[in-house]
């Protein structure tokens, strides 16, 4: 393994000049990230790298490189991170725009602590207030598409639909995300009777509630629920990376028969079960959005779940 090391380029250009016009010429300057500054490209990928993905933060960084024997300080650090996502911009929007322009999006949010030093300065707490962060997800290696994944964030400062309208203003097909109602619009049908997105929702959400139940009082019931549930994640791990159509035909053969076994089972429960109980919740949590979990028997390419989007969200923070 070869350790990060620091390097200096010292960079000399000639100056040459002419009696007889009495003019100067210089080799021009080579061109950098940053104007006027310097920082090369490495050691602006390494500190990007290191505070976005390594989640370290800038004085941590400053006291790396004070053992390399360069000191730099945080303010220097922060002002070249600013100045660098200016000069990555270009390539953001394309991302962002290959993205945003798949036909399944999957999608989700999570509260983000955000420093607000005003609200310290009025008194008001530590200065920290609550944003939110969206994330939307391309991966087609589960069914083996072509297209390479990726995610874009959007950051909000609170949980308003509007944000999620604005953010999927240009894109239609099916949509992969939690019962957040935001979405509610998206899947509506509109004047010409079509809508925008087919909503594709998500197992591991239902299967969490039975999940809680089962972990607080051992219902049998839960338990059943979830082994259930479990006997359709057995067929999605024997098929994940495979073409839609393989996907869809085991799905309709395994998949689909112990789908509709749980279904008459679920509304079964619900007859023998206190109506204002948690268990009875989750089984409603489920059984009113049908339709949109038993998607995936529909299409090859729809997951069972929206997990794949929930790992680029956990890896921004540090556990």
Request: net charge positive; hydrophobic share 40%.
């Amino acid at each position: 393994m070869i350790a990060a090391q620091m390097k200096v380029i010292e960079v000399a250009r000639l100056k040459k000049s002419c009696r007889c016009c009495e003019k100067m010429v210089q080799v021009p300057a080579p061109s950098r990230p940053i104007p006027g500054s310097m920082a090369g490209a490495g050691l602006l990928a390494y500190i990007l790298v290191s505070k976005f993905d390594d989640h370290l933060p800038l004085y941590r960084l400053n006291e790396i490189f004070a053992r390399m024997g360069v000191d730099i300080p945080d303010s220097t650090m922060v002002d070249w991170c600013g100045r660098a996502m200016q000069v990555l911009q270009p390539l953001i929007a394309r991302i962002e725009a290959a993205i945003m322009a798949s036909d399944l999006l999957h999608a989700d949010d999570t509260p983000i602590r955000v420093l607000d030093r005003s609200l310290r300065d009025k008194g008001l707490g530590k200065g920290v207030k609550k944003g939110r962060l969206w994330t939307y997800v391309r991966d087609q290696r589960p069914w083996a598409g072509t297209s390479p994944p990726g995610a874009v964030y959007y950051f909000a400062p609170d949980w308003k639909e509007e944000h999620v309208h604005r953010h999927l203003g240009q894109s239609s097909g099916i949509l992969q995300a939690d019962g957040y109602k935001g979405y509610g619009k998206l899947y509506s049908s509109g004047a010409d009777g079509l809508s925008r997105f087919k909503e594709a929702a998500c197992w591991a959400h239902w299967r969490r509630g039975f999940h809680d139940i089962w972990t607080s009082n051992k219902s049998e019931i839960a338990r059943e629920a979830l082994d259930r549930i479990g006997a359709l994640y057995d067929i999605e791990r024997g098929i994940n990376g495979q073409p839609p159509e393989i996907r869809l035909a085991a799905r309709q053969m395994q998949s689909k028969p112990k789908a509709e076994a749980f279904r008459h089972w679920a509304e079964a429960q619900l007859t023998r079960i206190p109506g204002k109980s948690d268990l009875a919740a989750a089984f409603r949590y489920g059984l009113s959005r049908w339709a949109s979990l038993c998607l995936f028997l529909e299409d090859g390419r729809v997951a069972i779940d929206t997990d794949v989007v929930e790992q680029p969200l956990l890896s921004l923070f540090v556990v």
